[in-house]
Each structure stands twice: as structure tokens, then as C-alpha cells.
């Protein structure tokens, strides 16, 4: 499903069972599922409401959860509400007035200054004789605007400090164009863009692109045998930045006990 949709569904694996952080990513690793741009996490972020495995919860745009349960027994129920909102994503919540609806398209595509103007004309001048839902839902789209915006400003504050700065620095630039026009929108986004500037960060992308090179051979070979040494190297070489954990991280992976730093979390 991942390959199907790419960007429109994010994977977060989370490790729920008595084992250790090298068991449970090989188990990954071996069924080639670390390859799809996923996130692992032993964080416990909430219940799927039992205590079977395997389980999911699905969730929308707005974090809420849509589905949770069985991953067995739900599996075409899941399949079905992925389809329907990645089918109406650009559109906003469910029952959203049409006026408003062409808000969050413009949020879809990422734009937030020209969503933020529509947003803005909308309040002025509703144009529908259910007003009073025009504005609720106008208020309440104009609060997603500057919260999607603020989100993925700390995406990549995310990225940067763990060492993705070449996935961080594109998510920024990313949002550049979409916010031109306005002024505070685009004071953030140039605070943001800031933060990859120096001899420094620019060590670390050269780094990250080595790196993510290497990893992207390990992951699609299913082992670390042949990249194994040289992430170690990296973890050597960076000891003292974010890329440096996440290579020990990696060399971990590979099967591989760098003894250079402290434990990592399986994040």
C-alpha cells in the first residue's frame, strides 16, 4: 500500500513485544519493509483497543483515528478507508461546505498564503444562507492553514536534529513558494531555511547523502554485511552531531556494535 500511494500514506511501525531493538528491526528489515520511507518508534503512543497483535490504527489528516483494531480481521475495512481519503484529500473534513472545500485545496497543494486569502474573503463575505456554518468551518480552516504550516516547520526542526538534514532542508524549501505573499508566513519559512546555513550543516548533508546511500543498499539487500563498516565509519567521522546517532543506529542494524555512544532508542 505504501508503494501504491507513496507520500499520501505514512507507515509508523511500532515495536510492541518483549525484544530487543536489534531483533525487532531485523524482523523488519528481513521482510523488507524498512525501505518505504517508514518510521519505527517503542513508543507506546495509545491503544488499539486490544491486546492482539497484529493490530493498527488508522488515522486521518487531523490525527484523529478512523480505524483501530485487528490488522486480520480489518484488513479490507482499512484498505477501503485509505482508499476514500486519500481519494478526498485536498478537500477537508467530511461535510465540509463547498466554499470551504476550495480552502483546503489550496492547503492540499501547500499552498498557505493563496488558502489563507480565500479563508480570509470567505469570512468577509460567506456568500451562503447556513452563515453561521460557513464561518465555523472557516475559522476552523484558517487554524489548519497556520498549523500545517507550523507542523512541518517542526518536521523538519525533526529531521535536522536527528539526522536528516537533506530531507529537512527539502521539506523547507519546500514551502517557500507555496507562502509567498505573505509576510509572517514567509519570516517563518526564511527562519527555517536559516537553520542550513554554515560550514556545519553543510558538512552534515554531505554526510546525510553518504549515509542515506548507503542505507538504501542495506535495506534493499536485507543485510549490512557490505555497508556495515563504512556506516561505522560515518558514525566515527560524526560523532558529535545528529548523523553520527543515527548511523550507530544504522551500524546496529547491520548487525553492528559500534561502542561509540551511548544507547539509541529504536526511533
Known sequence: MKEEYGDDLQIIFVHAQRATFEQSVNFALEREWLQHDVIWTSDYIFSTGGGGLPSFALLDAQGQVILKGSSNSLKGKMEDEIERMVRESGNGPADVPSSVAKVYKELGKGNHAKAL?????????????????????????????????????????????????????????????????????????KGGLAKFVGEEVEAQLAADKSLTKLANKMFSDGSGEKVGDKIVDIANENISNPIGKRAVMLARVAGIDPGIMPEVSGR
Open 117 to 189: 486569502v480565500l479563508a480570509e474573503k470567505l469570512k468577509v463575505k460567506p456568500g451562503s444562507k447556513d452563515t453561521a456554518v460557513v464561518l465555523a468551518a472557516t475559522e476552523a480552516a484558517i487554524t489548519n492553514i497556520h498549523d500545517d504550516l507550523d507542523g512541518q516547520l517542526k518536521r523538519a526542526d525533526w529531521l535536522l536534529e536527528n539526522g536528516y538534514p537533506i530531507r529537512a532542508e527539502d521539506l523547507v524549501k519546500g514551502l517557500v513558494k507555496g507562502v509567498k505573499g505573505n509576510d509572517t508566513m514567509t519570516t517563518k519559512v
